[in-house]
């Protein structure tokens, strides 16, 4: 069947560290991937996207890796700040489609002063 | 243009009831989606319009589930004698073929609870 695992447990760091966030996916061919931020009680905001062909995107303090071999991506937060607390959302693209997008259930980060 | 716009944020009903939730997309944005999400689990794909076509639904939307989207504009999701089970937050999303950056600009949803 298809599946996209996100951590389901809170993640939780120290402001400064470094977050890494997981998404695992079985039985998909995305044409792409992307990330996308949601705080409590509003809409999901986009943060990146990664194509299939690409390895590696980074966007200030934003960097997302692809491995379409392992069928994961890894989002990493660098010197992360309470303001980055919230829930983080994978989502696939497949082929052929129309940015029709399959999200995961999410991680939340909790960033601790 | 502020963005995507739903109304009404909130909705409480009782079983059996119908509801219509009205999104607003940008203006530009030929395309639209709607979504469901429930509580720890992420949006839930429902129907795509590309202008005033719905080019795709959901096997999981039952015939009480209806969109529309009239001259390509403003589209309404009404659901048909509501269940508990269709207590969700309902987001409306869109996005633009000719930039096709492949990102969704949502709203900030349309909470349902159902009595």
């Known amino acids: 069947s298809q599946k996209i695992e996100q951590n389901s447990e809170a993640l939780n760091i120290q402001e400064g560290k470094t977050a890494t966030l997981t998404c695992n996916y079985t039985n998909y061919s995305p044409a792409y991937l992307q990330w996308y931020r949601q705080d409590p009680g509003r809409g999901p905001v986009f943060l990146l996207l990664i194509r299939e062909n690409e390895k590696e995107k980074r966007k200030e303090r934003l960097k997302v890796t692809f491995d379409t071999t392992l069928k994961q991506s890894l989002f990493h937060i660098t010197a992360s700040q309470p303001a980055d607390s919230a829930t983080y959302l994978c989502?696939?693209?497949?082929?052929?489609?129309?940015?029709?997008?399959?999200f995961g259930a999410g991680t939340r980060l909790a960033v601790h002063p | 243009d502020t963005g995507v716009s739903q109304d009404p944020r909130h909705k409480i009903t009782k079983r059996g009831q119908n509801v219509t939730f009205r999104c607003d997309p940008i203006?530009?944005?030929?395309?639209l989606y709607w979504y469901r999400q429930t509580l720890g689990q992420g949006p839930e794909f429902l129907t795509y319009?590309?202008?005033?076509?719905?080019?795709?639904k959901s096997r999981l939307l039952s015939d009480r589930f209806s969109a529309e989207r009239p001259k390509g504009s403003f589209s309404t999701l009404e659901i048909q004698r509501t269940e508990q089970g269709d207590s969700a937050m309902y987001l409306c999303a869109s996005s633009s073929y000719m930039t096709g950056t492949g990102e969704l600009f949502f709203g900030e949803g349309s909470r349902l609870t159902v009595l």
């Open positions: 203006s530009e944005h030929n395309r």
């Open positions: 989502a696939l693209a497949l082929s052929g489609g129309y940015n029709k997008l399959i």
């Open positions: 319009f590309q202008n005033e076509a719905q080019l795709e």
